[in-house]
């Protein structure tokens, strides 16, 4: 299956637009910050999906769209089958690509993956898409959740015991942070955490003036390059207080106005 070329994303104004996938990519230094290719992670967005009964839209590589929901997760068969009340021949059109592209949200997060194989099928209510399951999904967080590199003289750190050894204390660099969640690194000589894992007590040393206590659930873990001796966890923010995320937000325009200075310079 091909990598789909477009992704979407949203403006300032929060209407929903789509952008080249390589400009994206140009832009992040890569696209492994959204994608998750984990057989696990894949199925559990899938299945939160479902379970959440999400209206997606199904996107043909002609333009065409129609409005689908999950109906089944079949992992061990490798297959999605759909629901929608799009007129047959619609149908019939979507089943003579190759692929399509899926869009949903979940909360904040939008998620994207291509499908391939599609199949019309007739199921006791009425009409449906089966499909071969997606190697990838990926995901972007809305305009809310904007990312930020930490300024690296400021060596923004967080603070933790290890989930499955708590006698470990670690100190850990940080390498991105949003109002809803971070990234960190962990580095090869450190034991590996599971994703899915919530790490209590963490607290996040971002600079001399922004320190934040929260709780982290671990959502992915990616490779960042051959030569780093480590990997990137992404964490999602649990509960953090009040005081914490107003804290946080203000971090985040200052570096941000702070990265933009730089840039001109």
């Known amino acids: ?17 789509t952008v080249p996938m390589d400009e994206l990519a140009a ?6 910050d959204f994608r998750l290719s984990s057989r696990a ?48 021949s619609q149908l019939e059109l979507l089943t003579e690509c190759d692929e399509a592209v899926v869009v949903g949200y979940l909360d904040r997060i939008k998620l994207q993956f291509d499908i391939s194989d599609l199949m019309m099928v007739h199921a006791n209510n009425g009409r449906a898409l089966n499909c071969a399951f997606p190697a990838e999904i990926f995901r972007f967080q809305r305009r809310s959740g904007y990312r930020v ?12 015991r290890h989930p499955m050894i708590p006698e470990m204390q670690l100190s850990l660099r940080i390498l991105d942070v949003s109002i809803s969640g971070c990234a960190i690194f962990l580095p090869d000589n450190v034991p590996p955490m599971d994703p899915g894992v919530v790490l209590n007590n963490v607290q996040l040393d971002l ?20 030569d780093s001796k480590g990997v990137r966890l992404g964490c999602e923010m649990l509960n953090p207080a009040r005081e ?9 325009d200052q570096t941000q106005k702070r990265r933009r200075l730089m840039a001109l310079d």
Do not use: C
């Open 27 to 32: 832009s992040n230094g890569g696209l492994d």
């Open 149 to 160: 590199r930490p300024m690296v003289r400021s060596s923004p750190t967080a603070r933790m």
């Open 207 to 226: 600079d001399a003036d922004t320190r934040i206590m929260t709780s982290l659930r671990m959502q992915h873990v990616s490779s960042i390059s051959a």
């Open 244 to 252: 914490g995320l107003r804290a946080l937000q203000l971090y985040i």
């Open 41 to 88: 992670e894949i199925t559990g967005l899938l299945k939160q999906l479902r379970d959440a009964n999400v209206t997606l839209n199904l996107n043909a590589p002609d333009g065409r769209m129609i409005n689908v929901t999950l109906w089944d997760v079949d992992a061990t068969r490798d297959a999605l089958t759909f629901n929608t009340d799009a007129p047959t």
């Open 1 to 17: 299956m091909h990598r789909s070329k477009l992704a979407n994303s949203t403006d300032t104004v929060g209407h929903t637009m």
